[in-house]
């Protein structure tokens, strides 16, 4: 495709290395013609980098095949999956999950974009309900002011929550902030 078909969160390949466009702008240059300033995310670092790119020059567009896999189990640092049509199943390490391992529980719905077969991008979904194991007690009169405690949840993450949460019950954590939301009703 050529530099002027370019859109956002479109991925390229440039150079041999994949990348997801952040950001473009047509710049017209003073005596040169335009080009395009694009601001490329690595996707096997995350590095950004600005390049630019003529506007009748050619780009290598990839496709990534977005699939849905439910998490299985753990072991060790693997992490096993299966495809939720194909029922195949693969293993990832930490590196691919990042913070994410944190948020996973057994069936967990997940997507993950591959390219010619290989995971490149994981996407945990927003929000996941997740048992407090282990808080403080809750403290007396602690609603009239907003206080926060620390709560270990069943994945080992550990959150700030109000004083009201107490053992065993059921709260939402956004995964993208690793905040509480609220508490879930079972």
């Given amino acids: 495709m050529r530099a002027s078909e370019m859109n956002k969160g479109q991925t390229v390949k440039i150079d041999g290395k994949l990348y997801a466009i952040v950001n473009y702008q047509h710049v017209k240059l003073g005596k040169g013609g335009a ?9 096997t670092d995350g590095t950004i980098q600005n390049v630019r790119l003529r506007s009748e020059e050619n780009v290598e567009e990839a496709y990534l095949d977005k699939r849905t896999y439910e998490y299985l189990y753990s072991s060790g640092s693997e992490h096993v999956l299966m495809d939720t049509t194909t029922y195949d199943q693969i293993s ?13 529980k057994p069936n967990t719905q997940l997507q993950v974009s591959m390219y010619e077969g290989k995971p490149l991008i994981i996407t945990l979904p927003n929000t996941v309900d997740l048992e407090v194991t282990d808080t403080p007690p809750e403290i007396k009169g602690a609603t009239a ?4 405690k620390p ?7 550990v ?10 019950e059921l ?16």
């Fill in 35 to 43: 080009v395009y300033q694009t601001k490329l995310k690595s996707l």
């Fill in 92 to 104: 990832l390490d930490d590196d691919a999950f990042g913070d994410g391992q944190k948020y996973l």
């Fill in 145 to 148: 002011t907003n206080q926060n």
């Fill in 151 to 157: 709560a270990t949840l069943e994945t080992g993450l």
């Fill in 159 to 168: 959150v700030q929550v109000p004083a009201f949460i107490k053992l065993g």
């Fill in 171 to 186: 709260i939402r954590v956004d995964t993208r902030s690793g905040e509480y939301l609220t508490r879930v009703r079972k």
